[in-house]
């Protein structure tokens, strides 16, 4: 094993626990833009409380994936720079807004503008960014890019399809996480029934989708789409075995086991893509091999990956327990 | 190429300059936040914890709550940063993203493990012992004071590079360890850490100087005031003397940065030090300034026949901007040495008032307390400006000596303006609505339900979220 593919399995784990964890934040969002009827007030409140002391940790998944992505291999992230502004800056631009929004929203106090004004802007930008990245990641496959055409990743329907899927999936998950959190207390049980309604229609919805994406990658991406039928299959298999469990565990209200399913569904896509998409970086652009830095730079950058997470691992598990129960004094 | 499109190019290279700096100086507003407030609240909680005088408590949890808002704009505007390294200065980031690599994802750790513990603290008042608590925040300390260290290697690196080898554009080898083998990478994380705990302390001593002035002069604006005040003015003279330092690093190794700090044209010895005034390139000279004779040289080499480089050492498409970096440098000396009078004179009147044995030691009659609320932004405006002169002082190179600017910059052209104009309107928007909800932060008083002593308080419940608000 090079160090190059260590760091790149390494890249892949932090982009797994971005979209499983992160990717629940911004799930929340829709959700909360989606709210409707008489609960949708207690709904964007258990949403908003669900947030609160993770969002911010959960968002270092992506800058870690970033930045070992510049470090460990600095020249497809210069083509990436100069091909993918726009939806990078689409991503940029609902990052910016969901944070900011969502702090104004709880600590402002109605001093800049209405709460529900910043709700809105919440709402809207947390649908924004997973489209985003759905779409940049959809144009590594494809090498569907242009210096010249900013707007290029966005006319690509395979990396259309991949935006959708990628809000839907958010959905999904934030839906099955949120039924566990709505359970756990008396003040809110009330709105498990409506969020295991959610989890179950996206569950089914992010399915439909994947069954859509599997012969548009094969249409738009033929280099990918060969390679994931050599290698990614078992990965494919995982994922919907995870899926469907999911599905059945939300249908017995098992929501601590829907979750791992859930999660399992969502990270056999993500390990299936990454699978097809080795040893390419951005297709017919950027290879591994083509764009890795020298190897002690990557030695030394594992070593330091290896030290952090030595404090950073441990430090989240203690985050979250300490989160994991609902506050019951607040009864 | 056409000399339009050299224009364009050059277009494109200030539009990309113009963008990374207005996103740069926006995020280290909040960032210093980031990196001073997690001391302050250790002190605070840690008084409230020992004694479990409420006012301690209260000065906390207001602290707190402008914390988490603070926080959250510089993580996501931190976020921005990075993904524009790679937008805006592409072959910058292909050519050297491996050599500052370990510095970056260091910083990015270093950020982690800030972000998780500040979840803790922020939400955790009821979940946690208060001395567990209290705990909490010196992750957050920590962190914060990395994160800017290893940060501040990179930009050292950028300014001061070295073992890296290069053939033909493309970096063969680089140490691991580059950025932090930077010789300015100590005196510059020195001179940062040193200038986001003025700025934390001089806004915090403005805020509570503004709300004395109204004619709250209650224990919790005394307090408030003398933390921050104390903060700002006992970093004050460290802050020269690690300034000196950075100096003479930067006339070692940038000798052209220094000749535009200092509006020195000619190559000589016995160099004169020129305060104020503006650079006038036609003649080269500065006008409207003081010159003191001899003293650059004496400064720098200590010795008057030490030999100082001029700009004319370099063709002028070389040289950096010197009316802009001189004048950015006037901006920061002029207020850190008015902020040093005033740590001075504050010294002073509270030697005598001891002596007196009047209390309290600080003076807060109007003028003193003018003079505070004028910390602050003296503070941030010396900060901007000190980057200023690191960063204008460094042109026309990204990485000094090894790579141009024009060289690093995105090859799209027109894109750049709209995401200039996007980036401008966005960040002014969420900068206003920010000023807003501190202002509402800041008159509001202590927390009413931080007055009752020694109970653990409320978790600072989101308004719209918590039973009952917390407003």
């Known amino acids: ?97 969901r944070g900011s929004a969502y702090v104004y ?14 709700g809105h802007v919440f709402a809207v930008a947390s649908t924004i960014t997973p489209f985003a990245l759905g779409v940049t990641g959809a144009a590594l496959a494809t090498g569907d890019l242009s210096e010249g055409d900013p707007a290029r990743p966005f006319t690509n329907p395979f990396g259309l399809v991949c935006g959708l899927f990628a809000v839907t999936v958010t959905a999904f998950l934030a839906a099955v996480y949120l039924c566990r959190d709505a359970a756990a207390s008396p003040a809110t049980e009330h709105l498990v029934p409506g969020l295991r309604r959610r989890a179950l229609g996206g569950a089914l919805a992010a399915g439909t989708l994947a069954a ?54 969502v990270a056999g896509v993500l390990w299936g893509g990454a699978a097809a998409q080795y040893p390419d970086l951005v297709v017919g652009r950027a290879t591994v091999a083509s764009s890795a830095a020298p190897e002690p730079n990557l030695v030394a950058l594992l070593i330091a990956i290896a030290a952090g997470m030595a404090v950073i691992v441990p430090s989240t598990v203690l985050l979250f327990r300490l989160f994991a129960r609902p506050d019951h004094s607040t009864d | 190429m056409t000399a339009g499109a050299v224009v364009l190019a050059s277009g494109s290279t200030n539009l990309a300059r113009g963008q990374t700096a207005f996103s740069l100086a926006f995020h280290i ?22 004694t479990g005088d409420p006012v301690w408590l209260a000065l906390t949890r207001k602290w707190s709550r402008a914390f988490a808002v603070l926080f959250a704009v510089g993580a996501v505007s931190g976020t921005v940063l990075s993904f524009e390294f790679g937008l805006l200065w592409p072959a910058f980031m292909a050519r050297y993203g491996g050599v500052l690599g370990l510095s970056f994802t260091l910083e990015g750790f270093a950020f982690f493990a800030e972000a998780i513990f500040l979840g803790m603290y922020l939400y955790g008042w009821r ?24 940060i501040i290697t ?35 994380v020195v001179h940062m850490l040193l200038a986001a705990l003025m700025c934390t302390g001089g806004v ?38 690690s300034g000196d330092l950075a100096a003479r690093v930067v006339g070692a190794r940038q000798p052209l940065k220094l000749a535009a700090m200092e509006g020195l044209f000619r190559t000589r010895s016995s160099a004169p030090l020129s305060i104020g005034g503006f650079y006038d390139e036609a003649s080269g000279t500065v006008r409207y300034g003081i010159e003191l004779p001899k003293l650059l040289s004496l400064l720098e080499g200590f010795h008057t026949d030490h030999r100082i480089t001029g700009l004319d050492a370099a063709p002028p498409a070389d040289r950096p901007n010197a009316l802009l970096v001189h004048s950015a440098f006037t901006v920061m000396v002029g207020l850190g040495t008015a902020l040093i009078a005033l740590a001075a004179l504050v010294a002073i009147v509270m030697f005598r008032r001891r002596r007196r044995g009047q209390r309290p030691l600080l003076p807060t009659g109007r003028l003193w307390l003018w003079a505070a609320v004028a910390t602050g932004p003296a503070s941030m405006l010396a900060m901007l400006a ?32 709209w995401t200039f104009a996007g980036t401008v309107t966005l960040y002014l928007g969420l900068a206003t609505a920010l000023v807003l909800i501190l202002r509402r932060m800041a008159t509001g008083g202590p927390d009413p339900d931080a007055r009752d002593g020694r109970r653990s308080p409320e978790a600072p419940v989101p308004a719209s979220v918590g039973p009952g608000g917390a407003r």
């Open chain 1, 1 to 97: 094993m090079t160090a190059a593919n260590l760091l790149l399995i390494v890249m892949v784990g932090g982009l797994t626990a971005y979209a499983l964890l992160a990717g629940a934040d911004f799930g929340g969002g829709v959700w909360d833009l989606l709210a409707r009827g008489r609960d949708a007030a207690d709904q964007r409140r258990l949403i908003s409380a669900s947030l609160g002391p993770v969002w911010e940790a959960n968002h270092v998944w992506l800058i870690f994936v970033l930045v070992a992505l510049f470090s460990g291999f600095s020249a497809a992230f210069g083509v990436i720079g100069s091909t993918l502004a726009l939806p990078l800056l689409a991503a940029l631009v609902g990052i910016v807004l």
């Open chain 1, 105 to 118: 929203r709880a600590y402002g106090g109605g001093a800049a503008g209405p709460d529900h004004l910043w």
């Open chain 1, 212 to 265: 859509v994406l599997l012969p548009l990658l094969w249409s738009h991406a033929p280099v990918v789409a060969h390679r994931f039928g050599e290698g990614s299959v078992p990965f494919a298999v995982a994922s919907a075995a995870g899926g469907i469990a999911a599905l059945v565990l939300l249908w017995r209200r098992r929501f601590t086991a829907a979750r791992l399913a859930a999660g399992l569904a």
């Open chain 2, 29 to 50: 507003c909040f960032a210093v936040f980031g990196v001073g407030l997690p001391w302050l609240l250790l002190y605070t909680e840690g008084r409230w914890i020992r």
């Open chain 2, 127 to 150: 979940r946690l012992s208060p001395r567990a608590h209290w705990l909490t925040l010196w992750p957050i300390a920590i962190a914060g004071t990395l994160s800017t260290l290893f």
């Open chain 2, 154 to 188: 990179a930009n050292a690196w950028m300014n001061v590079p070295g073992h890296v080898r290069e053939v033909g554009g493309k970096v063969v080898s680089a140490e691991p360890l580059a950025p932090f083998l930077s010789p300015a990478a100590p005196v510059q």
């Open chain 2, 204 to 241: 915090v001593a403005g805020i509570y100087a503004v709300g004395l002035l109204r004619g709250r002069r209650d224990d919790y604006h005394h307090r408030g005031l003398r933390v921050g005040l104390t903060v700002v003015l006992a970093c004050a003279p460290l802050q020269l003397v």
């Open chain 2, 386 to 417: 000190g980057w200023e002169v690191t960063e204008g002082g460094r042109q026309p190179w990204i990485v000094y000596g090894r790579m141009r600017v024009a060289d690093a910059v995105t090859a799209g052209g027109p894109g750049i303006g």
